[in-house]
């Protein structure tokens, strides 16, 4: 067992192969022109999915569905939502959630499609952070609105901040009244205090905005931090926000595709559902409801309590590791999600170099990163510790040896 993760039901040690397995993770390299060099076996640490078996009971409730030979039209079970209810309320402390507070989302992004679509124009202006997750930048794209960033800062210790005042002017200055909230943040790992939240969302009511509030990454908090929904800050917020979750962080299920929106105001659910209607497309997938009841029954529980142990221990050791061995490398510690955002300028400058060459020069021995500039920081690589420990270790070693002090 490694050192800092206490003895698991579950198993969070194996190297699975997934090899051939629909995984984008394993069956691609995100940095173009990048080859692994003969020798180096493949880590894969990029996309924000997980390299760990998933808890049994999702594949049992799945196995038992597919049992009988019929699969036609169906609507959500009473013990889909009982199932969400009961999540919210042991994970996230919240009380007095209803079925009709709960709908049904085909990935949070398409939640945030609907959300852009039913209170902004094409051309209109949302407040985003940044680093921005590069999901919202290409949905609000796609759907030809304007992206005006508020930048987060690193304090004096290093912890990525809100910039409230900056906030309240580029809302001013553009007319914003659609604001996406990113809880905890991706790609920088925070979670966000509830002082924090209530600042915000008073930015966000003093200037009359509507609220997405991504909080897909809320059941991965790290050991020592809590999330807080952004709804149970106040009344207000509770009102203005447009609050968005998945299993599929949490239990590794992007593939079986089903996130759920809970918002509380009847005027928002009405506009948000009514754009989902109007493609035909947001429908759940029967064996997605099931794989969510799985997910979130007690044994899942216990399962991302453990995992949550599992990713502690290898933020723990990576950022050490970082910071000690990679002269020429910040980072932030984070407080939630897997990911590490790395900031490479001063290493880069010092060995006179460029971004892609390093990217390329990981791939080289097996590490499989991600390019970190499209989340908006122009030195930036995110990298995916999901993966068993002794991966995380072999990843270090490989990087320190072969990449930032060869």
């Known amino acids: 067992m490694e050192k800092g993760v206490s003895i698991m039901k579950y198993d969070f040690t194996t190297i699975m192969d997934r090899a051939g397995k629909d995984s984008i993770a394993v069956d691609s390299i995100p940095i173009p022109g990048a080859e692994i060099s003969e020798g180096y076996s493949r880590i894969p640490m990029w996309v924000a999915d997980m390299n760990f078996a998933t808890v049994p009971t ?165 050991s020592g931090y809590q999330h807080i929904p952004t709804q149970s800050v106040s009344e207000d917020a509770k009102m203005r926000t447009i609050g968005v979750y998945a299993p599929s962080k949490t239990f590794n299920l ?29 429908s759940m997938n029967v064996l997605s409801m099931h794989a969510l009841i799985g997910a979130y029954k007690p044994e899942g529980e216990e399962w991302v309590n453990e995992l949550r142990e599992v990713l502690t221990d290898n933020v723990n050791y990576a950022y050490d590791y970082i910071t ?37 020069a990981g791939v080289a021995v097996g590490v499989i990163w991600q390019d970190g500039r499209p989340f908006n920081r122009p030195y930036a690589i995110r990298l995916n510790l999901a993966v068993p420990h002794s991966l995380v270790v072999d990843a270090m070693d490989r990087l320190d040896k072969n990449v930032f002090n060869k």
């Open 324 to 360: 000690t061995h990679f002269k020429g490398v910040t980072l932030s510690k984070p407080q939630g999600t897997y990911m590490l955002y790395l900031d490479c300028e001063e290493w880069v400058k010092e060995h006179n170099t460029d971004m892609d060459t390093l990217l390329k």
């Open 58 to 222: 999702i594949q049992e409730a799945i196995i038992e569905r597919v049992k009988h030979p019929a699969f036609g039209y169906f609507r959500p079970t009473k013990e889909y939502f009982d199932s969400i209810i009961h999540w919210q309320d042991v994970r996230n402390g919240v009380k007095g959630l209803t079925a009709d507070d709960i709908g049904y989302e085909n990935g949070v992004l398409g939640c945030v499609s609907s959300a852009i679509q039913a209170f902004t124009a094409p051309g209109e202006a949302v407040l985003l952070h940044s680093p921005t997750y590069i999901g919202f930048t290409g949905t609000m794209n796609n759907a030809g609105r304007k992206i005006v960033h508020s930048d987060l800062y690193r304090d004096e210790n290093g912890v990525w901040r809100m910039n409230y005042e900056d906030m309240d002017k580029k809302i001013k200055e553009n007319n914003i009244h659609l604001a996406i909230f990113c809880s905890p943040h991706n790609p920088t790992g925070r979670v966000w205090t509830r002082e924090e939240i209530e600042k915000a969302m008073e930015v966000y009511k003093n200037n009359d905005c509507v609220v997405i509030s991504d909080e897909i990454w809320s059941d991965l908090t790290l």
């Open 254 to 282: 992007a593939g079986l595709i089903g996130s759920y929106h809970i918002i509380y105001s009847k005027y928002l659910r009405d506009r948000v559902n009514a754009q989902s209607r109007t493609s035909h497309y947001n």
